[in-house]
């Protein structure tokens, strides 16, 4: 009889043991998968970040293809929407397409995403009302027609390269912050699952 109550108890304390032991995978594998599928997000925002600079870039080059007489008014606006919707995106977080997720950029963040739009603001009014309003369009593909002196549209290039290259510098910036946040999210990763394995490993030795 003794021995049954024993024998019972430790059945109990045992069941109870694998329960824990259960539980503890399940939250485990919950765990592992939000931080995860937090890093993934984070990622994501590390290419959208990384794509404003190929963006920016875009806008340079329509804009001196415009003054070159090798592009049109179209295609600058294309760029500069490009561009646009590209930091909105990035700001706000949402479908980038079908595959891609963003969560909105975290708040430490948002000052230097502010300023990376003031400086975005700045050049696409400058090239509105300094390289595409003086310039009269003849037809779709109508190429620069000189209402620009060969000077000004000289010096229209350098404030524009001047001006995308300030935002190119502070995209790096937010790029390489956004990282770095990444390559610790995904170290500090590695230091769960492991103590997340030792947990698990020292309540299986607890039951035996």
Not at 113 to 141: A, C, L, M
């Amino acid at each position: 009889m003794i021995k049954q109550r024993i024998s019972s108890k430790i059945t109990t304390k045992i069941g109870l043991l694998v329960s824990i032991q259960a539980i503890f995978i399940i939250a485990s594998v919950i765990i592992l998968s939000h931080f995860e599928s937090q890093g993934t997000l984070l990622g994501n925002s590390v290419n959208i970040a990384g794509k404003n600079r190929f963006l920016t870039s875009s806008v340079l080059l329509q804009t001196e293809e415009y003054l070159s007489g090798f592009s049109n008014v179209s295609a600058v606006n294309a760029a500069m929407d490009n561009l646009q919707s590209n930091l909105l995106l990035l700001k706000q977080g949402g479908h980038g397409s079908v595959s891609v997720e963003l969560a909105p950029l975290p708040s430490k963040y948002l000052n230097l995403w502010d300023t990376i739009n003031n400086r975005w603001q700045e050049y696409k009014g400058f090239i509105i009302n300094n390289i595409i309003k003086p310039t009269p369009i003849v037809s779709s593909f109508s190429s620069y027609t000189g209402s620009l002196s060969t000077v000004n549209a000289t010096a229209a290039k350098k404030e524009s390269q001047f001006m995308a290259s300030e935002i190119i510098n502070l995209s790096n910036s937010l790029t390489g912050d956004l990282g770095n946040e990444g390559k610790n999210n995904s170290q500090n990763l590695i230091l769960l699952e492991m103590l997340l394995g030792a947990l698990n490993i020292a309540i299986v030795i607890l039951i035996f």
